[in-house]
């Protein structure tokens, strides 16, 4: 009796959390007019791609989703290069000034970014990257979360390990990119998920980066743009399928890499 | 055999070599913006023209947000809209990431993973994604949410176009989108009280709301506190709902300090003034911040 009860919950549960996602898909494959039916329309009578097709030409897709994976795959890659070394540092060398500069560093990650926006902004005007994605990668190559998790695991890391590969005459660099790292996949293939999830989706430092070079923007910025497009229109089964194709991306990487996340989550120590 | 730290000490060059990258760009795109940001909010500074035109007018721009003018009614405006969306959202992510974390952790039965899996893909949906579908769930006609209160019962909504329950509506969107990241932390968490203090709390006739209370909730103390300051902090960069379905409104009732500042200090170019409230904005967090802390600690030795 009570396993039914919590079987209950479960179901309710699931229900109510995917229900927004779930209304978004077949909001997409709706028609014009069954997406302005009053009462709304639950189920469409004649599923159509017809919304994807028109919204791919409206959003330029096919770019939008290059501009994307340019902005996400370059600053996903530079904050896994830049946390492996700095990480390595913080975890296995001694210096003087070591837990004041990482404190310093761990601090950063807490800063909401609207504190540094306006002269960040003016920063990127005077580099002459503004409008261009470049700018919108250059100050996010380094990642204060990433540099803590990195020093986290790679803390784990026997000294034996790195002792044997030095004896075996290895370069840092080869010990960090070569011994340490596949040592601390997991926590890679987290970071790669938070980051590329984190940049694809990110929102306020490409618009005000990009200022309305929309040959540049990313996806969820076409996807904004889109609204104001349509909000006469009222052609929501259109929104709908935007939405629907930004965001299968991030969401596909989900699924292939979450079974790292939980896991990387609870080591990061940060947690109780 | 050398010493390990001599050992250490033959690859200091690498020290430097390793940090730069990271450090550096840190330096540049974090430490330095904060410096200009403070900086700026003694100036008057137009956001087009370089740093070097900036004119001194030492607290003026703060006196202006503290003055009775429009500038200041805005501010103060989008700051207590700030903290009204943290808080709500708090106490609504709050309970309901530990009554979902309690779930998942301690419930037997098949799916709980699939909750879990759900809960935690809305938080990989991007925002503006989110802010887009849920406009059209609050859609006053052709939208499900008023159908569905009307099977209920309950009257229509007007959700965004009231002033009432539009700022309520982009907090219920939030809690949707952000609760499975905090239920994660929330089970991480549990699962890190061993079994034994459990059997120990059995044998001593524990159990149910008792249990929660003075065993789980207590040790589950760092978790709660982390989960309540990274909420807040989420919830001040609130931007995408905002700028793509509100614009700040109805009657500036969902004008938040994100979307604020930048309409002050990047679209109409007062640099100065928006870095004033930038400023601001940064002490107002440091003080709440420390309040959490304090409050915390004077709870645990009590």
Known sequence: ?272 | MPSRQARLDRHRGWTAAFLLPSVGLLAVFVVVPIGLTIWLSLHTWSTQTPFSSAVYRGLGNFRELLADGPVGRDFRQALRNTFVYAGLSIAAILPLSLAFGLFIHRVAIRGTGVLRALLFSTYMVPTIAVAIVWSKLYSPSEGPFNQILGWVGVSRQPWLSSPDTALRSLVLLNVWQQVGYFTVLVVAGLTQIPDSVYEAAALDGARGPRLLARITLPLLRRTLLFNVVIALINAIQVFEPVAALTQGGPVGSTNVLTYHIRRVGIERSQGGLGSAMAVTLLLSLVVVVSLVFAVNRRGYEA
């Open chain 1, 1 to 272: 009796m009570q396993r039914v009860g919590l079987a209950t919950v479960l179901v309710v549960a699931c229900v109510a959390v995917a229900f927004p996602l779930v209304w978004m898909m077949l909001g997409s494959l709706k028609t014009p007019a069954e997406s302005l039916h009053t009462p709304p329309v639950w189920w469409p009578a004649h599923p159509s791609a017809e919304a994807y097709r028109t919204v791919a030409r409206v959003v330029s897709v096919g770019r939008s989703f290059r501009n994307s994976a340019i902005i996400a795959g370059v600053t996903t890659l530079g904050i896994l290069v830049t946390s492996l070394m700095a990480g390595y540092v913080f975890a296995k060398y001694r210096f003087r000034g070591r837990n004041a500069l990482f404190a310093a560093v761990v601090a950063t990650m807490f800063l909401p970014p609207i504190v540094t926006l306006i002269p960040l902004y003016r920063m990127i005007g005077w580099l002459g990257v503004d409008g261009r994605l470049i700018g919108v990668i250059l100050p996010n190559l380094a990642n204060a979360f990433g540099i803590f998790l990195m020093r986290q695991f790679i803390k784990g890391v026997p000294d034996e390990l790195i002792d044997a590969a030095r004896l075996d005459g290895a370069s840092e660099l080869r010990i960090v990119f070569r011994v340490v790292a596949p040592t601390v996949m997991p926590a890679i293939a987290a970071l790669t998920l938070f980051a590329f999830v984190y940049h694809w989706n990110s929102y306020l430092w490409p618009l005000t980066v990009l200022q309305g070079n929309t040959d540049q923007y990313p996806i969820v910025l076409s996807l904004g743009r889109l609204l104001s497009y349509t909000r006469s229109a009222q052609n929501t089964n259109q929104v709908m399928a935007g939405a629907a194709l930004a965001v299968l991306p991030p969401l596909v990487l989900f699924v292939v890499l979450q079974r790292f996340f939980v896991r990387t989550l609870a080591r990061t120590g940060l947690t109780g």
